[in-house]
């Protein structure tokens, strides 16, 4: 039996290439991708602004490439956790939140991560693997929901500028006209900041970036936070302030909020120092007790207490509500077999 070539993952001109090779006219290729793409159609023969002869000569050598999630596993807060099971052994989960008036998917950009961040379950795994930009448009293609999203994430497993060109490719792919015409705006892509990897998506993509901080003094956040040794937030942050500002990118700092760690006077002072004059928001999130990893989160009141102290300095902060904490699909609970 001939192998199929899978056509999710792909650009435009790299479908147009693909078909041009199997001596299809490569005209069709805005078609197949807008089945794909927009109507999420893994079929050839529902495609049915192509000519039967064509669809049959597209079944002959392409498949969609749509590879759907293993299992699933609903939240009390209507939040669905997906675990797709990649070649490889290469387990990721994609999670699902709907919102009264968005609904937003986090996908995963590796199965696990090298860079071991203490207070992070996938940090726990070690990497299997990069995604190719296939499997991570795939976690946005192959969902149920996929048709209602409005949103999409990278804070799933893994650090995507450790695989920069793949999520470079996936955001082409969910921002282009012939793709899913999903707004840069409503794409965010979450870091612990790799150099010179931030420049480069800076320089490639408009979509938002936030850097998971965790702590602004240099010595504390390189205990949980180990590529603050090779890549320190303060020169993070002077890249940031050197990259022309734009209106419609979203520049914003997570900082998971631990007892006694990192949510004292002196942290939040360190802080406001660290982002004065920037346009950069906050978003303080609440920690989720996992395994082995033994940090207790704030008290309600604390995160309150560096809201407000944050918004007087003229600041934009907010707490953010939890997701999905009763199926580990919370900030920092991802890791594979939990489905
Ligand atoms: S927080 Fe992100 S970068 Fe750190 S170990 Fe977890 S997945 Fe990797």
Redesign the pocket.
């Known amino acids: 039996m001939a192998i199929l070539t899978p056509l999710t993952g792909l650009t435009l001109r790299q479908i147009e290439d693909s078909l041009a090779s199997s001596g299809i006219d490569r005209t069709y290729a805005l078609r197949v991708a807008y089945w794909i793409y927009r109507k999420r159609v893994g079929s050839f023969s529902e495609m049915t602004n192509i000519a039967g002869g064509i669809r049959e000569k597209l079944s002959e050598s392409f498949s969609s490439g749509f590879l759907r999630p293993a299992e699933r596993l609903e939240s009390a807060d209507g939040s669905v956790k997906y675990l797709f099971d990649y070649p490889g052994g290469r387990k990721v989960e994609t999670v699902f939140m709907p919102e009264t008036r968005r609904n937003t998917v986090c996908v995963s950009s590796q199965s696990g991560?090298?860079?071991?961040?203490l207070?992070?379950r996938?940090?726990e795994m070690g990497l299997k693997g990069n995604l190719t930009a296939a499997e991570i448009v795939n976690q946005v293609l192959a969902i149920p929901e996929s048709a209602r999203l409005t949103h999409v994430v990278f804070m799933g497993?893994?650090?995507p500028l450790d695989n920069l060109q793949a999520v470079v490719q996936a955001i082409e792919i969910l921002t282009a006209e012939w793709g899913l015409s999903i707004a840069h705006s409503r794409i965010t892509v979450s870091t612990?900041g790799i150099l010179p990897a931030v420049e480069q998506f800076l320089a490639k993509t408009r979509s938002n970036l936030t850097l998971?901080i965790l702590s602004p003094i240099s010595a504390d956040r390189a205990r949980l936070?180990p590529?603050e040794r090779l890549f320190p937030a303060e020169k993070i942050m002077s890249v940031i302030r050197e990259t022309a500002p734009s209106r419609r990118r979203r520049i914003s700092l997570a900082y998971m909020m631990l007892e006694g760690i990192n949510d004292t006077d002196s942290h939040l002072d360190a802080l406001i120092k660290l982002i004065s004059g920037t346009t950069i928001r906050v978003n303080l999130l609440r920690y989720h007790q996992s395994g082995n990893i033994m940090f207790r989160q704030s008290a309600p009141e604390r995160m309150n207490l560096f809201r407000e102290r944050l918004l007087a300095a003229g600041i934009s902060a907010s707490v953010r509500r939890s997701r999905g904490e009763d199926i580990g699909a919370a900030c920092?609970l991802l890791g594979a077999g939990e489905c």
């Not at 991560?113 to 961040?117: A, L, V, Y």
């Open positions: 991560c090298t860079r071991g961040c207070y992070c996938t940090g497993m893994g650090e612990v998971s936070v590529a920092g």
